[in-house]
């Protein structure tokens, strides 16, 4: 078969079963899940006229907001699925051009499928999150360093404002590129001195566009939840970050390890195995499979580290970021596994039989929902957009209106109806903003819309849930009059207009 | 790179596991100082953090400690032939961790995995410079 007829099939498929796993998603009102409701209702309030940090409020890096507000403007809310789709086309380009630069693996593009196939397919995989954006793109980087190191570093800086915590990868291959160096002074001067200059270009270029559009409390902000961040990890790890203590170190580095999902230990345990392997073979390998062999494993050993020091920031590490560290297990493993099978001459059925197990797994029942999924995200569309729509000029507040369905599509432009900034209110947001929130509700806005499964209220307000609901009732059972009958939230309503209107 | 320069890489990967009987009584003396060491921290750390280590037995940090304690022995043993002046460096900072451990210094875990990290990057360094080229 051609080449080109080869690299379109494999790039097809490699689209098909990226869209069949981002576009799983659960309906329900799942917690879990639910960033991505949160991920739908700031980009809506940001096309309604309210800036990023200074009226909504999200503890997301700045990059990863500003990146997917682009493919939302132009895809509607399935852009956030799309966005997701666009890094992994650059990812599997990138990695088609690391192994067909290196004219040593056979197989190439089923290589570049299989890698793509088992991120998606791996269990902490969850589209539309930074976790599972930025090492995709950091490794995007890494493998098109070679070609251009500008667009190689232009990709490390985007990863960077989507996850900060990434940067301890792009540090360690740096260190591997100075080591690689014969000459360190060669590579301070034609490697370093020149990404530096293009990176200060880049922050001057993207200081400048702050400051001309008057957007400078976007770093501010920045700034603030970045912050935050790091009292929240303190907080939840029960140590403080870069705490050096034996106790400290010896726990979050247990941590780390203990959190593993399962297919996080597989491909561990995998790319270890592989190593070996092929060491012990290593007589069998020609004199470049055996150069490409040890040059990947040397640069993968410095990457893995790296990873496994990203994890370490993020402790407790939930499910999906070990994204962090899944792509690189899974490359690594890949390219070890080519090599074991590379002089065999049918070694393209090898990875035919393999897509072809794991193709069977899915049912068209999935295939189905999926895809639809994908076309037309399950968005909440409808829930209080008819309330919304007929707000006018009076103010809202939202209390447990974040990580579910909601639409706030309907928002009129540049109204800025919303009475504070707190529409994200989960237990440890509350921890450090609690009084900024209780000044919100004892503003009185004119509208409250108020969750009414408590079950739920409870999940997200925990410690805070009988103080928050006891200054509620305190409020509505004085001045507000209940209206409306909305499935899912309470409304009160300071002026009974407003009942009026949506009866 | 060589088939030949593997085989010599691997070779000496090799000779790193040949102990002498000197490195042999520094290995049991790190095990020792290892054991006490992670029982204690352990301890601790169940207590503090409320981490249940209820299957680790006795033997697995016997185990561990001796594991431990060879690679020590066994990143040392490969500065043998490439560097006499790390060698020595690196065998006190080793020692000066243990004796910390032994006082139970609050960092001194931290130092041992520092110290570990660097002898990696100097044996790097070396085998590049040493032997592959």
Redesign the interface.
């Given at each position: 078969m051609k080449s080109t007829t080869l690299g379109l099939i494999s790039l097809f498929i490699t689209i098909l079963i990226s869209i069949f796993f981002i576009g799983y998603t659960k309906t329900n009102y799942d917690v879990g899940y639910g960033d991505f409701y949160v991920f739908i209702s700031i980009h809506q309030l940001i096309d309604a006229g309210y800036s990023l940090y200074k009226d909504i409020w999200d503890h997301k890096d700045l990059g990863f907001y500003l990146f997917n507000h682009v493919f939302y403007k132009i895809f509607g809310i399935k852009g956030l699925f799309i966005s997701t789709l666009f890094v992994i086309i650059i990812f599997y380009f990138s990695f088609l051009y690391y192994l067909k630069k290196n004219l040593i693996l056979k197989n190439n593009y089923p290589l570049a499928f299989l890698s793509v196939f088992f991120i998606v397919s791996i269990d902490s995989f969850i589209a539309t999150h930074g976790e599972t954006q930025a090492p995709l793109i950091i490794l995007s980087g890494i493998f098109l360093y070679n070609f251009n190191k500008y667009v190689s570093f232009f990709l490390f800086v985007l990863a960077l404002t989507i996850k900060i915590s990434g940067l301890p990868i792009i540090i360690f291959f740096f260190i591997f590129k100075f080591?690689q160096y014969e000459s360190k002074k060669n590579f301070l001067f034609k490697e370093l001195l020149p990404l530096m200059i293009f990176s200060s270009l880049l922050i001057s270029l993207f200081l400048l566009i702050i400051i001309s559009f008057k957007k400078s409390y976007l770093l501010a902000g920045w700034n603030e939840i970045t912050h935050f961040n790091k009292i929240y990890a303190e907080n939840i790890r029960?140590n403080i970050l870069f705490s050096?203590?034996?106790?400290d170190?010896?726990?979050d580095i247990?941590r780390v390890f203990f959190y593993f999902t399962k297919d996080t230990t597989i491909f561990f345990i995998l790319s270890i195995f592989s190593l070996f392997i092929n060491?012990i073979f290593?007589?069998k390998l020609s004199?470049d499979e055996?150069?490409f062999f040890?040059?990947n494993t040397y640069l993968y050993i410095f990457l893995i580290f790296a990873a496994l020091c990203v994890m370490y920031l993020h402790i407790p590490v939930a499910l999906h970021h070990y994204q962090f560290l899944n792509p690189f297990l899974i490359t690594y493993f890949l390219i070890n596994f080519s090599f074991m099978i590379n002089k065999f001459k049918y070694s393209h059925l090898v990875y035919i039989l393999i897509i072809i197990s794991f193709s069977f797994k899915m049912n068209i029942q999935d295939i189905k929902n999926n895809f639809s999924n994908f076309i037309d995200p399950i968005n909440g569309k409808g829930e209080l957009s008819y309330e919304i729509s007929n707000l006018e000029n009076k103010t809202f507040i939202l209390l447990g209106g974040n990580h579910i369905k909601l639409d706030y599509s309907s928002l009129k432009k540049d109204k800025l109806n919303l009475s504070c900034r707190f529409f994200y209110q989960l237990e440890h947001i509350i921890d450090n903003y609690y009084v900024e929130m209780i000044e919100c509700i004892n503003e009185k806005p004119d509208i409250i819309f108020l969750l009414k499964d408590k079950d739920l209220l409870k999940e997200f307000y925990g410690k805070y849930f009988e103080e928050i609901i006891k200054l509620m009732n305190k409020f509505t059972e004085q001045e507000y009059n209940v209206c409306g009958d909305n499935i899912y939230f309470f409304i009160y309503s300071k002026n009974s207009d407003f009942c009026k209107r949506i009866e | 790179m060589t088939h030949l320069s593997i085989q010599r890489l691997l070779k000496f990967i090799i000779s790193g596991f040949q102990f002498n009987y000197k490195l042999v009584i520094l290995n049991f003396f790190f095990s020792i100082v290892f054991f006490f060491f992670f029982k204690k921290l352990l301890g601790e750390i169940s207590i503090n953090y409320n981490f249940n280590f209820f299957w680790l037995k006795s033997y697995h940090l016997i185990i561990g400690s001796i594991g431990l304690g060879s690679f020590l022995i066994f990143l040392l043993n490969l500065f043998v032939k490439i560097n006499q002046n790390l060698l020595k460096i690196f065998t006190t900072i080793f020692a000066f961790i243990s004796i910390l451990m032994i006082l139970n210094i609050e960092f001194s875990l931290f130092l041992l995995l520092l110290s570990i990290l660097a002898s990696i990057f100097f044996l790097i360094l070396n085998i590049k410079t040493k032997l592959l080229n």
């Open positions: 080591l029960g050096l203590n034996s106790r170190l010896a726990i247990a060491l290593f007589k004199k055996l150069n040890l040059v | -």
